[in-house]
């Protein structure tokens, strides 16, 4: 008797069991579970066994020496990928087999996740935190689509991803197979490269090219993998090329032209102003530098907060509706904007009426809302760097020391104040985030959320050298803790902290236990107002009754033990530091619940 196993999902048909013979099904006999053809069963070798979960034997695959996905995985790990994740299934089971290979050998990291948006938002920052692509593994079909929202944000933050799916096989792609999606349609719009990976392909070159494309394009590459292509055998000779030779280096000089124009419009003025975006975040040294030599302020958008200390005595905070008035003083009074990686999105909070120079590495960032003064195009820390030696010597007449800290007092005087204000309804944001200032580490990386958490966060929490990961232009709920994940994997001896409300959380909370799983060391901050405040205050401000924004939560800490972690539910001030520091010396992940006023943030 013979045992018959479909390409598509692996499902067996053992003749024995069945009671009948191969040849006696008919030709339009299906898969049971799949649909597949009959044409789509291979037969096994009878006499090779593994043993599955329950120690129980069933046929193996015959045996090969190297297949497609092994030098695909290979070349991928040459060119610097170092952690995936994402979910095993029955259309990526030889692309993972070639993954948990490499994982065995100590060459890569596999983080198997709960839900594949998961997946896609840890892979999105990682790259934020790191500037280099991870890699996101799902099936087809739904597991592929649910990586879509993740990628999302990757692609408007610009962070270079490499989404891995598998696809149902070439074969029976067309009349609507099981789980059968366009998958290369339905990732045009996300990715900057897409490609299918197909039996006559260039193995090695096609992974070189995505990890090209991802990484210059700062974006979204994808690769799909059929099923019947990925255990193809290939040639042991082939080989798994690196990045060598095929990146150039990215330390762009602007045009002398622009730097002469940029160079007199800020000799020119008496006030100028830094402002450092997202995109300036691996340049900040020599931006730092700089500006103590010549005493201009520095201030940040939103997504770039954190670049640069708040007690800085040139920092001016984030600006914008999560940010200080120290910012907003200091935008109202500057006569020259220097605006580096950030944007003029109505979000930014930057003035459109104040002159302004614009750097930018993206060359249709440059006045893409309005004209600007002068568009630089070149790498933020080579132009700052050539602007310097332009003005040698230079230094506005107006030192902004003394203004500054006068601004700070003032701002940390009504933070206190802030602080102080109780309605018996929870604790109130400004507390929180004043106590987590003074005790989460210097060096963290911190993650958060969206809504009114993530706004009293930018407003209240002061930096010194942490690191901030947030969801930027795609804004989505969820971001969170997922991204802590990310964070952990890309700098596992940093202390990593998750800010979230209970609605974002409420989203991927089963990530939970894949931190537990693999002993991530999260630190979580949950905000729980039970309702989507956020949503709530617009409503108010439309003139609209609220509407439909309560939530229903379980008891997060809790959860948090069921899931074995650590969990701590704090309700008053009084409870609120112990609480904090019992998580944050807890090791292994923890979750501390903080009831919060919904009216006070």
């Not at 008797?1 to 013979?21: F, N, Q, S």
């Not at 979960?53 to 020496?65: A, H, L, M, N, V």
């Not at 040459?78 to 952690?83: A, D, F, L, P, R």
């Not at 459109?352 to 630089?376: E, N, R, W």
Request: charged residues 20%; hydrophobic residues 40%; aromatic residues 8%.
């Amino acid at each position: 008797m013979a045992i018959y196993i479909c390409t598509v999902c692996d499902t067996l048909y053992d003749e024995e069991k069945e009671g009948v013979k191969w040849e006696d099904l008919p030709d339009d006999w299906l898969c049971p579970v799949c649909d597949s053809p009959k044409f789509m069963f291979n037969l096994l070798e009878e006499n090779k066994t593994i043993a599955d979960s329950s120690g129980k034997g069933i046929p193996e695959k015959p045996g090969r020496t190297l297949t497609v996905s092994d030098i695909m995985v290979e070349t991928m790990i040459n060119w610097g990928v170092k952690v995936v994740f994402g979910m095993v299934g029955h259309s990526n089971l030889g692309l993972a087999e070639a993954i948990r290979k490499k994982c065995e050998s100590g060459k890569l990291k596999f983080i198997g996740i709960r839900h594949e948006g998961a997946a896609s938002f840890a892979a999105s920052a990682y790259a934020k935190l790191t500037d280099t692509p991870a890699a996101c593994l799902a099936i087809a079909g739904p597991g592929a689509t649910n990586l879509l929202t993740g990628l999302w944000d990757a692609k408007m933050d610009r962070a270079p991803v490499l989404a891995l799916t598998g696809q149902i096989d070439v074969q029976v792609l067309g009349p609507g197979a099981f789980q059968e999606i366009d998958l290369a349609g339905a990732f045009s719009p996300v990715s900057c490269w897409s490609q299918t990976v197909l039996e006559s392909s260039n193995f090695p070159e096609l992974m070189s090219l995505a990890l090209k494309n991802a990484i210059v394009q700062r974006g979204v590459s994808h690769l799909i993998f059929p099923d019947s292509v990925q255990e193809l055998p290939v040639s042991s000779t082939l080989s798994t090329p690196d990045s060598s030779g095929r990146l150039a280096c990215r330390d762009i000089a602007p045009a002398p032209e622009s730097l002469i124009q940029a160079a007199e419009l800020l000799r020119q003025a008496k006030r100028p102003l830094i402002i450092a975006g997202h995109g300036a975040r691996f340049s900040m040294e020599s931006i730092i530098s700089w500006a103590e030599e010549a005493n201009i302020p520095v201030i940040t958008t939103f997504k770039a907060k954190g670049l640069i200390a708040d007690d800085h005595p040139l920092a001016g905070g984030v600006l914008g509706l999560s940010g200080t008035p120290v910012s907003a003083w200091c935008m109202g009074r500057a006569d020259l904007l220097l605006v580096l990686g950030a944007s003029f999105a109505r979000h930014t909070g930057i003035s459109k009426s104040t002159p302004a120079i614009q750097v930018d590495y993206d060359p249709m960032t440059l006045g893409k809302f309005h004209p600007v003064s002068v568009p630089v195009w070149g790498e933020i820390g080579t132009t700052v760097k050539m602007l310097k030696q332009e003005l040698a010597g230079y230094k506005p007449e107006f030192n902004p020391r003394r203004e500054l800290a006068d601004q700070w007092q003032a701002w940390r005087q009504e933070k206190r104040k802030r602080a102080g204000e109780n309605q018996g309804k929870g604790i109130n944001s400004a507390f929180l985030f004043d106590v987590l200032s003074r005790h989460v580490s210097a060096d963290a990386v911190i993650a958060v959320d969206v809504g009114n958490n993530t706004y009293s966060f930018g407003r209240y929490f002061e930096c010194k050298s942490q690191s901030v990961l947030m969801s930027g232009y795609l804004g989505s709920i969820g971001y969170g803790y997922p991204a802590a994940m990310g964070a952990w994997a890309a700098a596992p001896e940093r202390q990593i902290i998750a800010v979230t409300g209970d609605g974002g959380f409420g989203q991927y909370l089963a990530e939970l236990t894949t931190a537990v799983k693999y002993g991530m060391p999260i630190k979580h901050i949950l905000l729980n107002n039970m309702e989507l405040g956020k949503i709530s205050k617009e409503q108010l401000q439309e003139g609209k009754p609220v509407w439909s924004t309560s939530l229903h939560n379980p008891d997060f800490a809790r959860f948090a033990d069921n899931c074995g972690a650590l969990g701590i539910r704090v309700d008053n001030l009084s409870d609120l530091e112990k609480g904090l520091e019992k998580i944050l010396s807890h090791d292994g992940p923890a979750l501390l619940e903080v009831i919060t006023d919904p009216a006070l943030i």
